[in-house]
Nanobody, 120 residues
């Protein structure tokens, strides 16, 4: 079983910055991808940023140039640096990690979510 613990959300004014982190622990053999999603009130959960084991990254158009996803040196931690925040970035941010616990046992784990609120 793989657990994810998120931290770093909070309240910030528009134009400000926040950094989120997500640490994975438990039975981890390899990690294929790490993603950040967000869900605004009354809206569906959307993919914000994605990084793969090979180091490639992808971003939603709405956050390109403002958000940066990165992995920690230990590779079991993923960060989301959010700059130039806008009120529409408000929502609950979730970390998602997909990988293998051993050579054949796949896992797909989610964090508990952390609230990001951007005031205008």
């Amino acid at each position: 079983q793989v657990q994810l613990v998120e931290s770093g959300g909070g309240l910030v004014q528009a134009g400000g910055s926040l950094s989120l982190s997500c640490a994975a622990s438990g039975s981890i053999f390899s990690i294929n991808s790490m993603r950040w999603y967000r869900q605004a009130p009354g809206k569906q959960r959307e993919l914000v940023a994605h990084t793969t084991s090979g180091g490639s990254t992808n971003y939603a158009d709405s956050v390109k140039g403002r958000f940066t996803i990165s992995r920690g040196n230990a590779k079991n931690t993923v960060y989301l640096q959010m700059n130039s925040l806008k009120p529409e970035d408000t929502g609950v941010y979730y970390c998602n990690v997909v990988g293998y616990s051993d050579i054949s046992r796949r896992f797909d784990s989610w964090g508990q979510g952390t609230q990001v609120t951007v005031s205008s």
